[in-house]
């Protein structure tokens, strides 16, 4: 049982929830409502192994990142620690390729069944960025930052490509569906998820600077200072906070007040409350607020999506 828990907290389960929540209300709940009548619910199945494709690409890249991390863990996290201390060392990289495997053959699957081969050569190049951001661009300036909000805003993007691969069929079956609103949902979503993504990136960044410069880790705080790092996360929340109230100006036109009410109290405010308090910060436990701050964000942006069944 202490193994079954570990493993779970190895692979960040929580974090592979907001996946399987973020891509089945974009599918269902923006998707969706965008077709005037309903679609082929027959490739609904293919969606469900989309959404475990995912999550498998994911959970091999938080093992991955854990085994190679152990040293600077241990010094950031060590109560956190599970690889080498419950989970051997061997098995985690065998955990790691054998979810990898599954999540590639699954994704090439799923591009024969929809006629679209980009989903099966794009996972490929997810699992080689997590496999390279862990061994060397999380190590490095920015790279490792850009990299991880990339693959954020896959999580998006792949629904995207998934449900646009299908647009020909149900356009040759006299179903209406308007293919520019749903580019422009992607987006919004996948661009908000890269920005807040990469916000919460630098700020980890802050709160792990310790083991990152013992073990000559090139990330910004550690190479430009924390001050830089900080006047860098604060430009991101100002763009972030720009963009979203510019998209409310819109949405107000429209007379969607629920869901521009809803952006402002639980998106807005606290990114603002986010940038007040990023000055203030100064220890592993200030930024860690920030970072938990960042993801209840994150996960308002995911569920406004239920917005659109009204």
């Known amino acids: 049982m202490k193994l079954v828990a570990a493993f779970f907290k190895m692979i960040r389960w929580p974090n592979l929830i907001f996946i399987v929540l973020t891509q089945f209300l974009f599918y269902f709940c ?3 409502k965008l077709l005037t009548e309903p679609g082929d619910h027959h490739k609904d199945v293919v969606f469900y192994l989309l959404v475990l494709v995912s999550v498998l690409i994911a959970a091999a890249g938080y093992i991955i990142n854990d085994y190679f ?5 241990a010094i950031n996290k060590p109560q956190k620690i599970v690889v080498d201390k419950i989970v051997k060392r061997r098995w985690a990289i065998m955990w790691h390729l054998i979810l990898s495997s599954i999540g590639i053959v699954l994704s090439f699957y799923i591009s024969y069944k929809i006629d679209n081969w980009i989903i099966g050569f794009a996972n490929i190049g997810c ?3 997590l496999w390279f951001y862990s061994t060397t661009f999380k190590k490095k300036i920015l ?3 850009i990299i991880i909000s990339a693959l954020t805003a896959w999580v998006i993007v792949v629904v995207y490509f998934f449900c646009g691969a299908n647009i020909r069929v149900w356009q040759q079956q006299d179903i209406s569906f308007d293919a520019q609103r749903f580019f422009k949902f992607t987006l919004l979503y996948a661009g908000f998820a890269f920005i ?17 410069a013992r073990y000559k880790c ?5 190479v430009w200072g924390v001050r830089t790092s900080k006047v860098f996360i604060a430009v991101w929340l100002v763009v972030c906070i720009a963009a979203l109230a510019i998209v409310q100006l819109y949405t107000g036109q429209l007379g969607w007040w ?3 009410v809803y952006t402002v109290l639980c998106i807005i405010v606290p990114l603002i409350f986010i940038f007040r308090n990023l000055y203030k910060a100064a220890s592993p436990a200030d930024y860690h607020k920030l970072s938990t701050a960042i993801k209840f964000v994150m996960l308002a942006g995911i569920l ?3 917005f659109f069944i009204f």
Do not use: A
């Open 69 to 73: 991390d152990l040293q600077i863990d």
């Open 218 to 222: 090139r990330t910004m705080p550690v």
């Open 196 to 212: 807040t993504s990469i916000i919460r990136e630098v700020i980890k960044d802050l709160e792990d600077m310790e083991g990152d």
């Open 143 to 145: 790279s490792g930052n």
């Open 30 to 32: 923006v998707f969706e």
């Open 127 to 129: 699992v080689l960025l």
């Open 258 to 260: 629920p869901i521009s």
């Open 304 to 306: 406004s999506m239920l």
